[in-house]
């Protein structure tokens, strides 16, 4: 069949009489029901490293920590991978609301959001943009030019619109002239949320910062009777260049065509990151355990890959994909399999490629066999702003596997509350054996039906699966 412009996806038939995963499943099954150590690790990481900030102490000691792990579960061939990046931390940021024909300043609860300067001392009147669309910048543009924007990090109202990630909206600020940005968490109640703001992981123009749920209702309450409204963001922060790493284990596999499984391992510093990313990255490491105690020599080589901040505008991975097409190993990348807030699987996304989607659903079906409870669900979706992203973007085939988290976690989302008490044990040790079989799949089978696009299928893909704005917002469309 043939995508919308240009992109020929060849579907092939695949099922479990050509492969018979369902034997090796049950061995992965029992090796990580009897022993996993997904749960043990994470817990330890979070007591003794605490958060993983890219460039931080904690950050390198994280990077040191997935070294050693590796090592002790046989790897010889343990790599780190190291590339330069401008470390930014935060120092102390104030936030204060006042009417414009007033002193009566308020104090707003707030967090800086990366790559803020290293210095701002700004005050200037405040602007509405909702949602913080292109069509809402647009909306007040004659407005905005040296104000503070106040925009929503998620959707409120407008059903069917598509969200944009921080950093784009924060860009489309920069674009329309604005002096700084304020974003509402919508997250219930007091959660403030940190993150970047920077589309290229480099320090931004522009002050940006976040207030909780809470403070964003009372603010656009004072406006609506108060206003006009004045914000004063006064924030010190820090940013030199340091070196960080990418971690890398390889198990040999009887070609050199290969699988990259991966997970970011940095986390911001407001908490532990135990969900984002530690469930992820620590399943990752898991997963690397229980292909060692399988002791089966893979048809394709995997490579375990722990990558650093990812948080900071996906350094890490951006790197290893620089790499690998510099050397051109990138033509041995038969597929990429991203795990950042992996829960439970029951199914896979395929990322838009069709052309993997019978055998995602053959072998979500010997996986059924093996646990009944597994749902076997397929989605197609392909979206942006995690490690697989310079991998799709070199038309590597990627794929992530399709979970949940109950909404009380994910309130905790790059907040002071993402700590280890939210992870369940049996639900991470599911994504270890999930996706430890669907790897085991991707690895072993004598075909894959999904090839690398070519630089012009690349680009109409990601067109066909509406990315291309996202792109051009985050200056990584080179079309």
Not at 116 to 133: E, F, Q, R, T
Not at 264 to 275: E, F, K, Q, R, V
Not at 313 to 338: F, P
Request: hydrophobic residues 40%; neutral net charge; proline residues 3%.
């Amino acid at each position: 069949m043939a995508l919308a412009g240009g992109v020929v996806i060849v579907v092939a038939g695949f099922g479990p009489d050509q492969e018979g995963w369902e034997k090796s499943f049950r061995r992965i099954d029992t090796e990580v029901r009897q022993r996993s150590r997904v749960y043990e690790t994470l817990g330890e990481a979070t007591r003794k490293i605490g958060h993983r900030l890219t460039g931080s102490t904690q950050g390198m000691k994280a990077e040191e920590y997935a070294f050693n792990l590796l090592k002790s579960y046989g790897y010889n061939d343990v790599q780190y991978q190291p590339f330069e990046v401008e470390s930014w931390s935060r120092d102390t940021v104030t936030l204060s609301i006042v009417p414009e024909s007033s002193d009566n300043y308020r104090e707003v609860p707030v967090v800086s959001l990366a790559h803020s300067p290293v210095m701002s001392d700004m005050k200037a009147g405040i602007v509405d943009v909702g949602n913080g669309l292109e069509e809402d910048f647009e909306a007040v543009k004659d407005k905005i030019k040296g104000k503070i924007a106040v925009a929503n990090i998620g959707l409120v109202g407008g059903p069917g619109k598509k969200n944009l990630h921080r950093s784009e909206k924060t860009a489309l600020a920069i674009k329309y002239g604005a002096g700084g940005i304020i974003m509402v968490n919508q997250a219930p109640g007091k959660i403030l949320l940190t993150g970047t703001a920077s589309v290229t992981g480099a320090l931004i123009a522009i002050p940006a910062v976040c207030i909780s749920n809470d403070s964003g209702r009372e603010l656009r309450t004072w406006l609506g009777e108060e206003g006009p409204l004045e914000a004063h963001i006064n924030m010190r922060n820090f940013s030199k260049p340091i070196k960080a790493r990418n971690v890398i284990a390889t198990l040999k596999g009887k070609s050199d065509e290969c699988v990259i499984v991966g997970g970011h391992l940095d986390s911001w510093d407001l908490a532990t990151g135990a969900i984002d990313n530690g469930i992820g990255s620590f399943s990752v490491l898991d997963i690397a355990r229980t292909f060692k105690a399988l002791k089966d020599k893979p048809r394709r080589t995997i490579k375990f890959v722990m990558f650093m901040g990812e948080e900071q505008g996906l350094l890490g991975s951006k790197h290893m994909v620089r790499e690998l097409v510099r050397t051109g190993d990138i033509e041995k990348v038969a597929y990429m399999m991203n795990l950042d807030m992996t829960n439970d699987p029951k199914g896979a996304n395929g990322f838009g490629r069709a052309d993997m989607a019978d055998f995602f659903q053959q072998v979500g079906a010997d996986i059924k066999k093996v646990d009944p409870a597994f749902g076997n669900q397929f989605t197609s979706r392909a979206g942006l702003h995690s490690d697989h992203q310079p991998f799709m973007l070199q038309g590597v085939p990627v794929a992530g596997l399709s979970g949940s988290l109950p909404m009380s976690v994910l309130q905790c989302y790059h907040a002071d509350c993402d700590r280890f008490e939210l992870v369940d044990k049996q639900q991470l040790e599911n994504t270890v054996r999930i996706g430890s079989m669907y790897l085991y799949a991707l690895a072993n089978a004598k075909t894959l039906t999904a090839k690398r696009l070519n630089d012009n299928q690349t680009r109409d893909y990601l067109t066909t699966q509406g990315l291309k704005q996202e792109l051009v917002l985050g200056q990584d469309w080179r079309w």
